[in-house]
């Protein structure tokens, strides 16, 4: 299947001079990894159950039709139930503002974060706009209204 490809031109601030602009780490890889733009020394802790907004120190011009989606890291998640709160977080295309990802600690332990740390992965998607038809029905189908546990999965 053959790759899409887009280019989102990318303003470094201050803050992130330094720093690698996100990249792909492997051919298959879906998520570019954003990085904490903190300042040298200036630690976040996140405490247990507390949230923070951690600056990247990038902003970015995304082409109409797309968006880029703010993702947890995976390793985040189950070393040290770190994640994004609002996941997957959404950057429009209209947007020109810094990217900043709200963490969130759902383990038990403090966590650092670091300058230059992954602190969550972006994925550039492609968007459709939605036009509502107002109407009196819908077309029936099996499952019909059936909604959460109705079609007999696992544990539901």
């Given at each position: 299947?053959?790759?899409?490809?887009?280019?989102?031109?990318?303003?470094?601030?201050?803050?992130?001079?330094?720093?690698?602009?996100?990249?792909?780490?492997?051919?298959?890889?879906?998520?570019?990894?954003?990085?904490?733009?903190?300042?040298?020394?200036?630690?976040?802790?996140?405490?247990?159950?507390?949230?923070?907004?951690?600056?990247?120190?990038?902003?970015?011009?995304?082409?109409?039709?797309?968006?880029?989606?703010?993702?947890?890291?995976?390793?985040?998640?189950?070393?040290?139930?770190?994640?994004?709160?609002?996941?997957?977080?959404?950057?429009?295309?209209?947007?020109?503002?810094?990217?900043?990802?709200?963490?969130?600690?759902?383990?038990?332990?403090?966590?650092?974060?670091?300058?230059?740390?992954?602190?969550?992965?972006?994925?550039?998607?492609?968007?459709?706009?939605a036009f509502w038809e107002e109407a009196g029905s819908l077309p029936e189908t099996k499952r019909g209204a059936g909604g959460f546990g109705s079609t007999g999965g696992a544990g539901g």
């Amino acid at each position: 299947m053959a790759q899409t490809e887009t280019l989102i031109t990318v303003v470094r601030l201050a803050s992130a001079k330094d720093l690698p602009l996100p990249s792909y780490e492997t051919d298959g890889a879906a998520g570019l990894d954003l990085l904490a733009a903190l300042d040298p020394g200036a630690d976040i802790v996140i405490e247990p159950g507390a949230r923070a907004l951690v600056p990247t120190g990038l902003k970015m011009a995304i082409p109409a039709g797309f968006e880029v989606q703010v993702r947890p890291r995976s390793g985040l998640a189950v070393k040290h139930g770190v994640s994004v709160l609002n996941a997957p977080g959404t950057i429009d295309s209209d947007y020109r503002g810094e990217v900043k990802v709200v963490l969130v600690n759902h383990g038990a332990a403090p966590f650092t974060v670091r300058r230059g740390d992954r602190v969550a992965q972006m994925v550039v998607a492609s968007v459709v706009r939605a036009f509502w038809e107002e109407a009196g029905s819908l077309p029936e189908t099996k499952r019909g209204a059936g909604g959460f546990g109705s079609t007999g999965g696992a544990g539901g």
